[in-house]
């Protein structure tokens, strides 16, 4: 998935718990520079990250490219997950009725 192509092994000489926040908060800071990659085959690991994403914070659709927060299914994984998703995500999806229902199901 999108995670693999940026995984790098764990040195226990060259990184420490330091490293690791730094490069968290930089994906989380701009997760779009994972997505730039994606690929249509990558979509169904995407799909899982995001919803378990949304799940937490539904803000987080506010940082997705442009590209893909214009996909449905995007959408649909996001409300799923949180309902209070449909704030965040593009107005064409807002004013969907089959978004809006998944939203409040």
């Given at each position: ?41 990558d ?27 214009k996909?449905r ?12 998703a ?20």
């Open positions: 998935g999108p995670l693999a192509r940026g995984w790098q092994p764990y040195s226990l000489m060259g990184s420490n718990c330091q490293h690791f926040a730094e490069e968290l908060h930089d994906f989380l800071l701009n997760p779009g520079k994972v997505e730039e990659n994606l690929h249509i085959e979509l169904p690991d995407f799909l899982h990250t995001v919803e378990m994403q949304v799940a937490h914070n539904p803000k987080v659709l506010l940082n997705l490219p442009p590209e893909v927060s996909e299914a995007i959408a649909l994984t996001a409300v799923r997950a949180n309902g209070l449909l704030e965040f995500l593009e107005e064409q999806f807002q004013q969907d009725w089959r978004v809006v229902m998944a939203a409040v199901q």
